[in-house]
């Protein structure tokens, strides 16, 4: 494992009198070698991506801001969670940033960890997947499933320029020149945020597609089999939660505001049905901007949806 930085400072918070009950700030442990397998968060502090797509910048302090919000949240793990610290995307190099990242989620999983990625922008998704790609090197043509809960596609051409927009495109040509099937869900999509060329790219990408306007409360059944079956031809999920896919009301803070969005009461069902099924490997969280935060609103939605995957064990 090599960070840009790594500190314990940020994990403060409410310690309370009685028994058995602990907070996150006093159950994470700083990550060391040769620890039991555990939750292992890592930060990528980067708004690069975003900044070339021409989005709200302020992604970069997304760690900072989960950390903050989910050192106070209660402990109800059995398993350990570990802080592995922070890659940072200081100097506009994008690239080598991604491949940072790839090379510790890499470390962590043949370690054992159930990698949990706090981004900044959704670049974060090419380092991530460059982690993954690189644990199961070693298998023939392994079937990567992942799914995304965002109003966007991001799958837009990484020929002009690489972004917060490219990254399942580029993974999609990283599938092709490895001879891996790509296996993608995009779920929350806002067809009022992209063009009719994006849906034209997902639909020759054979991409499973459910729009925002699709997933109600009388609707999440039928969205929970859709997701299920995508997870029963896949070896292993990676995850990837674009908060953004949240309406603006639950989710201010963030480099692009849903109009509409999916709310977190249809998100978490689902979130606990990839968390549960066996498979997850992999999540990261991408676009919490605390610079266009209202009341820390959106950092505390980021902790809830990390408490809940880390609820594994």
């Known amino acids: 494992m090599t960070v840009d930085r790594h500190s314990m400072q940020l994990w403060v918070g409410r310690t309370d009198p009685e028994t058995d009950?602990?907070?996150?700030?006093?159950?994470?442990?700083?990550?060391?070698?040769?620890?039991?397998p555990g939750v292992?968060?890592?930060?990528?502090?980067?708004?690069e991506g975003v900044r070339r797509n021409h989005g709200r910048v302020g992604a970069a302090a997304g760690p900072e801001a989960i950390r903050k919000a989910l050192a106070n949240l209660a402990w109800h793990r059995n398993g350990p969670a570990f802080d592995a610290g922070d890659v940072v995307c200081a100097d506009d190099n994008l690239e080598a940033a991604q491949a940072r990242l790839g090379a510790n989620v890499a470390a962590l999983l043949d370690a054992g960890h159930l990698p949990i990625v706090m981004g900044g922008g959704h670049e974060v998704a090419f380092g991530s997947w460059q982690g993954i790609a690189g644990h199961l090197a070693g298998v023939a043509a392994p079937r990567i499933g992942i799914i995304n809960f965002d109003a966007h596609f991001?799958?837009?051409?990484?020929?002009?320029?690489?972004?917060?927009?490219?990254?399942?495109?580029?993974?999609?040509?990283?599938?092709?020149?490895?001879?891996?099937?790509?296996?993608?869900?995009?779920?929350?999509?806002?067809?009022?945020?992209?063009?009719r060329a994006l849906f034209q790219r997902a639909e020759a990408l054979d991409?499973?597609?459910?729009?925002?306007?699709?997933?109600?409360?009388?609707?999440?059944?039928?969205?929970?089999?859709?997701?299920?079956?995508?997870?029963?031809?896949?070896?292993?999920?990676?995850?990837?939660?674009?908060?953004?896919?949240?309406?603006?009301?639950?989710?201010?803070?963030?480099?692009?505001?849903?109009?509409?969005?999916?709310?977190?009461?249809?998100?978490?069902?689902?979130?606990?049905?990839?968390?549960?099924?066996?498979?997850?490997?992999?999540?990261?969280?991408?676009?919490?901007?605390?610079?266009?935060?209202?009341?820390?609103?959106?950092?505390?939605?980021?902790?809830?949806?990390?408490?809940?995957?880390?609820?594994?064990?």
Do not use: M
């Open 207 to 313: 991409v499973l597609v459910r729009e925002d306007r699709q997933i109600r409360a009388d609707s999440l059944d039928e969205i929970a089999a859709d997701v299920q079956g995508f997870i029963d031809d896949c070896d292993a999920i990676y995850l990837t939660i674009d908060i953004d896919v949240l309406p603006a009301c639950e989710a201010p803070g963030v480099s692009a505001p849903a109009a509409r969005g999916v709310s977190l009461a249809l998100l978490e069902p689902l979130l606990e049905l990839i968390r549960d099924s066996g498979k997850l490997r992999l999540a990261d969280l991408a676009e919490l901007n605390p610079s266009h935060d209202i009341d820390s609103r959106t950092a505390r939605v980021a902790a809830r949806l990390i408490h809940l995957l880390s609820l594994t064990g």
């Open 21 to 36: 009950s602990p907070r996150w700030h006093q159950r994470i442990q700083p990550l060391a070698p040769d620890v039991q």
């Open 40 to 47: 292992a968060l890592i930060g990528f502090a980067s708004d």
């Open 154 to 195: 991001d799958l837009r051409d990484p020929a002009f320029v690489r972004s917060s927009g490219t990254p399942f495109a580029q993974i999609a040509e990283q599938c092709a020149q490895r001879n891996w099937p790509f296996r993608y869900a995009c779920l929350g999509v806002s067809r009022a945020s992209n063009t």
